[in-house]
């Protein structure tokens, strides 16, 4: 019967438990042994440094810039996804032609590549025929054009639109699958009460999608901790690590810098980060609940 | 809402709409420039791109195919069967869904290079698997939990092995999950870049999202035909979304709503 425990049950798991511990947890641990070392990532010598790397990435300026940058990065995509997302999830509920239009729009940057959507970007921003100037320049604010991924004041809220371009999307089809779960007797209840449009969406709609929108934070700050391409194809992390995140940091320290312990301290860095927020967003969660 | 409020409120839609819509209108509209058509046809002639087309195909196919098979297997176990140490291991499944791919970058190179599979296009079915492994299992057993037991119980009344009951009982149920795991894991698979570039070096072995990093190399100074790269590599996905909408809005929601 299914109630006993037998061997053969561990046959079903092997494959998986055998996939995260190649791809997943040995790379962990082969992290958290290079950290301790200073090496090029070719030559058969490396050095031991014990914590030194730990040490180093905490007075590196560059660090906590990448550091201050996936803060920012995050909170604003994945708060304005929230709040865009949401907003126009109840405003497109019904299912008119408009309605069905306006969400197949948003939601098709959702499936392009980030990559396709850096190239495209990096060329709306660009400063003599960028679409993003040519309009300014159009209604006559041509005097605030520029290079928007050049210009260090400007170069990461450029990308962090692009983001929210490319991600609003998904939040909206998100919260819609959540709308449709509510009984419209609720809806009906709230209006019979002479809840007013403000109220019903603030009492009754919000609280009723919560637990969507617990999984949502969790899932956006993941996302935002893999976050790469756009930055990556257009500024490299400049101009002057105005841009800089974590991926990009460890990437340019593995590959350019040739300095692999360090880079793998990085990663074990935000590894840890990631499993403490998840850690304390599930714990917030689950005392709410 | 009285009429003229539900008017305004179609036209913002209308206007946010279109709005979304510019960027990938500057792109076709750029793609076009100079040349027109000829652009098209310049990167065509490209002798590697239905290759890379290929490649593309190939590894997200091997992904979509490790991922089901393996989540089907595990979400079945871990819902249904009893073994010592489950809910650590599925734990151990669950946490590595909270590992950004970036912070494996250093070892999945060196263990790459050592396996000596740079440039070999397979190579990345294995990682791209592992990393969509833990949130498809999420779903596979929620979805699993919510087949009743007595429905596999009975066959094995009737005398079916365990596996043969699952195979025979249960997974003919499972269409909707499984559309669901192959939505998300064909969207990440297809449009994953940074693994990508880094292992296939080649361009006869590189999947389509590298092809924009080499042409913006190639045609530098030929911003269209660029463009037309760009368009041609997301028109695939951008029909194959308005075909299949349903599916993917479904296959894209099915994991959050539950929580």
């Given at each position: 019967?299914?109630?006993?425990?037998?061997?053969?049950?561990?046959?079903?798991?092997?494959?998986?438990?055998?996939?995260?511990?190649?791809f997943i947890?040995?790379p962990i641990?082969y992290n958290?042994?290079a950290s301790?070392?200073?090496?090029?990532g070719?030559?058969?010598?490396?050095?031991?440094?014990?914590?030194?790397?730990?040490?180093?990435m905490?007075?590196?300026?560059v660090f906590?810039?990448a550091l201050?940058n996936t803060a920012?990065f995050t909170?604003?995509?994945?708060?304005?996804?929230?709040?865009?997302?949401?907003?126009?999830?109840?405003?497109?509920?019904?299912?008119?032609?408009?309605?069905?239009?306006?969400?197949?729009?948003?939601?098709?940057?959702?499936?392009?590549?980030p990559i396709?959507?850096a190239?495209?970007?990096?060329?709306?921003?660009?400063?003599?025929?960028?679409?993003?100037?040519?309009?300014?320049?159009?209604?006559?604010?041509?005097?605030?054009?520029?290079?928007?991924?050049?210009?260090?004041?400007?170069?990461?809220?450029?990308i962090?639109?692009?983001q929210?371009?490319?991600?609003?999307?998904?939040?909206?089809?998100?919260?819609?699958?959540?709308?449709?779960?509510?009984?419209?007797?609720?809806?009906?209840?709230?209006?019979?009460?002479?809840?007013?449009?403000?109220?019903?969406?603030?009492?009754?709609?919000?609280?009723?999608?919560?637990?969507?929108?617990?999984?949502?934070?969790?899932?956006?700050i993941i996302g935002s901790f893999k976050y790469f391409e756009l930055v990556w194809a257009?500024?490299k992390g400049?101009?002057?690590?105005?841009t800089e995140l974590f991926s990009t940091y460890i990437f340019t320290n593995a590959f350019d810098f040739?300095k692999q312990?360090y880079a793998s301290a990085i990663s074990v860095f935000v590894i840890v980060l990631a499993l403490?927020i998840?850690?304390?967003?599930?714990?917030?969660?689950?005392?709410?609940? | 809402?009285?009429?003229?409020?539900?008017?305004?409120?179609?036209?913002?839609?209308?206007?946010?709409?279109?709005?979304?819509?510019?960027?990938?209108?500057?792109?076709?509209?750029?793609?076009?420039?100079?040349?027109?058509?000829?652009?098209?046809?310049?990167?065509?002639?490209?002798?590697?791109?239905?290759?890379?087309?290929?490649?593309?195909?190939?590894?997200?196919?091997?992904?979509?195919?490790?991922?089901?098979?393996?989540?089907?297997?595990?979400?079945?176990?871990?819902?249904?069967?009893?073994?010592?140490?489950?809910?650590?291991?599925?734990?151990?499944?669950?946490?590595g869904l909270m590992i950004p791919a970036p912070a494996l970058i250093v070892p999945l190179s060196q263990l790459i290079?050592?396996?000596?599979?740079?440039?070999?296009?397979?190579?990345l079915?294995?990682i791209y698997?592992a990393l969509q492994?833990?949130?498809?299992?999420?779903?596979?057993?929620?979805?699993?939990?919510?087949?009743?037991?007595?429905?596999?119980?009975?066959?094995?009344?009737?005398?079916?092995?365990?596996?043969?009951?699952?195979?025979?009982?249960?997974?003919?149920?499972?269409?909707?999950?499984?559309?669901?795991?192959?939505?998300?894991?064909?969207?990440a698979?297809?449009n994953e870049f940074l693994l990508a570039f880094m292992f296939?070096?080649?361009?006869?072995?590189?999947?389509?999202t590298?092809?924009?990093?080499?042409?913006?190399?190639?045609?530098?100074?030929?911003?269209?035909?660029?463009?037309?790269?760009?368009?041609?590599?997301?028109?695939?996905?951008?029909?194959?979304?308005?075909?299949?909408?349903?599916?993917?809005?479904?296959?894209?929601?099915?994991?959050?709503?539950?929580?």
């Amino acid at each position: 019967m299914l109630g006993r425990k037998r061997i053969s049950n561990y046959f079903y798991i092997v494959p998986i438990i055998a996939l995260v511990v190649l791809f997943i947890y040995y790379p962990i641990a082969y992290n958290i042994e290079a950290s301790l070392y200073s090496w090029d990532g070719i030559s058969a010598e490396r050095e031991f440094l014990g914590a030194q790397n730990y040490v180093d990435m905490m007075s590196d300026k560059v660090f906590l810039k990448a550091l201050a940058n996936t803060a920012i990065f995050t909170i604003v995509t994945v708060g304005v996804g929230l709040v865009a997302g949401m907003l126009l999830a109840v405003a497109t509920l019904g299912n008119t032609p408009i309605q069905r239009l306006c969400k197949t729009l948003m939601f098709l940057p959702v499936v392009l590549a980030p990559i396709i959507v850096a190239n495209i970007f990096t060329w709306m921003y660009e400063m003599n025929t960028g679409l993003v100037n040519e309009a300014l320049r159009a209604i006559g604010l041509g005097d605030l054009a520029r290079a928007w991924l050049g210009d260090s004041k400007t170069a990461l809220g450029a990308i962090m639109v692009a983001q929210i371009w490319q991600s609003v999307g998904w939040y909206l089809i998100m919260f819609n699958a959540a709308l449709t779960t509510i009984p419209t007797d609720v809806l009906e209840a709230a209006r019979v009460d002479g809840a007013n449009k403000i109220q019903t969406f603030g009492r009754v709609i919000v609280p009723m999608v919560k637990n969507t929108t617990f999984s949502l934070i969790i899932l956006g700050i993941i996302g935002s901790f893999k976050y790469f391409e756009l930055v990556w194809a257009t500024t490299k992390g400049g101009p002057n690590h105005a841009t800089e995140l974590f991926s990009t940091y460890i990437f340019t320290n593995a590959f350019d810098f040739m300095k692999q312990g360090y880079a793998s301290a990085i990663s074990v860095f935000v590894i840890v980060l990631a499993l403490i927020i998840t850690a304390v967003q599930l714990r917030i969660n689950l005392k709410e609940r | 809402m009285n009429k003229a409020g539900k008017i305004s409120k179609n036209i913002i839609l209308m206007v946010i709409g279109l709005l979304w819509f510019v960027p990938l209108l500057f792109m076709f509209e750029k793609s076009f420039e100079d040349g027109g058509f000829a652009n098209y046809a310049t990167i065509l002639q490209q002798e590697n791109l239905p290759r890379n087309f290929l490649n593309s195909v190939v590894v997200t196919g091997g992904t979509i195919a490790v991922v089901l098979v393996v989540t089907l297997l595990a979400g079945f176990a871990f819902s249904k069967l009893k073994f010592r140490g489950k809910n650590i291991l599925y734990l151990i499944v669950l946490v590595g869904l909270m590992i950004p791919a970036p912070a494996l970058i250093v070892p999945l190179s060196q263990l790459i290079k050592t396996m000596g599979l740079i440039n070999n296009p397979l190579s990345l079915i294995g990682i791209y698997a592992a990393l969509q492994v833990p949130f498809s299992l999420l779903i596979m057993k929620n979805y699993f939990d919510e087949l009743p037991t007595e429905l596999i119980e009975s066959g094995i009344v009737d005398g079916c092995s365990v596996f043969k009951a699952f195979r025979k009982i249960l997974l003919p149920l499972c269409a909707p999950v499984v559309s669901a795991v192959t939505v998300f894991t064909f969207l990440a698979a297809w449009n994953e870049f940074l693994l990508a570039f880094m292992f296939l070096k080649k361009p006869i072995y590189q999947t389509l999202t590298v092809i924009p990093y080499s042409f913006t190399m190639l045609f530098m100074s030929d911003l269209p035909r660029m463009f037309a790269a760009l368009t041609i590599i997301a028109l695939p996905i951008i029909i194959l979304y308005i075909c299949l909408q349903k599916q993917f809005e479904q296959g894209l929601t099915a994991g959050s709503v539950k929580g």
